[in-house]
């Protein structure tokens, strides 16, 4: 008897129902919230008169990003080359590489999305790596452009110094098949500073380094048409009265309990909603006090607060990793243990590597499930 796997597009794509229906672990958006974190960073920026690239990262997933470009969003942001692959190929437009890409494979990655015509920028932090860009596009006849990127403390990537960033613009300006495109600074050191006081004085001290580096720009004729940066943690800090002309932030559509956990700001609370949650499914029940659930450490972020439940009468309930595939849940005094199959949905540690364990993500309204959305970014494809 040969036995064959279940088609994976019928158990993860398919059609509408009733909630009851999402098999776990599973992530559960809950489509009014993310709705309004879309429209409302929207509308934020829009105000400003500031333009949104929201960032990728958080989702990976292309159906996402053509709702945030279709709310105003002038392009997207990408972390890898794998995820600017899956969006230039879902005709996204405005594609932008946050990480500088070295590798000759990523590199000639990228060159062959540039040839096929993929509306696509990287960023750049040294002269070697602008060198190896300008041969590989070089050989499609077409061009690219590149933006300088500096660091404002993080250490992650980056020039160190506002002349590090003129002599690397004028480095890509000099290239013929690249073109100085602008300045990406992204501050992720501060975006969950939990005291707003400080968040605010820090981001303004980075903005300093960002505006000097556009003042010298301008001085040399390299003035940047893009000055890109900020997470949702800084969003509003930098949406005003700094030197950007855009935003990235990414967390905002579905928050987290990372970001939950930090001052909006003073005598506010955050106006984005959580949104996601990973449901799990009571699986035993035979030790006092506590039951065990299917959401382990292949479920959840491991860099963030714990989850704890969500709703439901063991809400706020603490939670346990268990093993890859276990949890545990401690039951509150004077709750009924329950059934097993009982589904709990779990608040999200940190968004984005909780998103990127899984291949769908299954939208609900109501005790509704509407739709089932790929995560067709995630994943590594070198
Ligand atoms: N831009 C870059 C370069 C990032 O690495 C990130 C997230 O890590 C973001 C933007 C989005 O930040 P957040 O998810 O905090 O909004
Ligand atoms: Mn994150």
């Not at 960032?55 to 392009?75: D, E, V």
């Not at 590199?107 to 300008?134: F, K, Q, S, T």
């Not at 061009?143 to 960033?165: E, I, Q, S, Y």
Request: proline share 5%; net charge negative; glycine share 10%.
């Amino acid at each position: 008897m040969t036995v064959t796997a279940p088609d994976r597009s019928i158990i993860l794509f398919g059609a509408p129902g009733s909630r009851a229906k999402i098999d776990t672990p599973a992530l559960v958006l809950d489509l009014d919230a993310f709705e309004h974190n879309v429209a409302l960073m929207a509308e934020t920026c829009r105000r400003a008169g500031i333009g949104l690239r929201p960032h990728a990262k958080t989702h990976k997933c292309s159906t996402i990003a053509k709702r945030q470009i279709a709310a105003g969003a002038l392009g997207i942001g990408c972390a890898t080359i794998d995820e600017a692959e899956v969006m230039v190929a879902a005709g996204l437009p405005g594609v932008l590489i946050t990480s500088p890409l070295v590798t000759a494979g990523k590199i000639a990655r990228l060159a062959r999305l540039v040839e096929a015509g993929g509306d696509v920028m990287v960023v750049a932090d040294h002269p070697a790596n602008v060198a190896a860009l300008d041969q590989a596009i070089g050989a499609t006849g077409r061009t690219l452009r590149v933006l300088v990127d500096l660091d404002l403390g993080h250490h992650r990537t980056g020039v160190g110094t506002v002349a590090d960033g003129v002599r690397l613009a004028r480095e890509i300006a000099s290239w013929k098949a690249l073109r100085f495109a602008g300045v990406q600074a992204y501050a992720g050191h501060l975006q969950h500073i939990a005291d707003h006081a400080e968040r605010l004085a820090r981001t303004r001290a980075a903005d300093a380094l960002v505006a000097d580096l556009v003042a010298e720009l301008k001085a040399e004729d390299l003035a940047p048409a893009i000055v890109t940066g900020a997470g949702t943690g800084t969003h509003r800090i930098n949406a005003a009265g700094s030197p950007f002309t855009e935003l990235q932030a990414g967390s905002y559509i579905v928050m987290d309990a990372e970001y939950g956990g930090i001052e909006y700001a003073p005598g506010e609370s955050w106006p984005f909603r959580p949104a996601l949650s990973v449901a799990v499914a009571v699986t035993s029940a035979n030790v006092p006090g506590s039951v065990t659930t299917d959401g382990g450490t292949k479920a959840f972020a491991l860099n963030g607060p714990r989850p704890r439940v969500a709703s439901g009468p063991l809400a706020g309930a603490a939670y346990e990793f268990s093993g890859d595939e276990h949890g545990r849940v401690s039951l509150p005094e004077g709750t009924a243990t329950p059934a097993l199959g009982t589904v709990l949905e779990c608040t999200v540690p940190h968004c984005d590597p909780t998103i990127a364990h899984f291949d769908a993500i299954h939208c609900v309204r109501g005790d509704r499930l509407v739709d089932v959305w790929p995560v067709d970014a995630r994943g590594r494809r070198a």
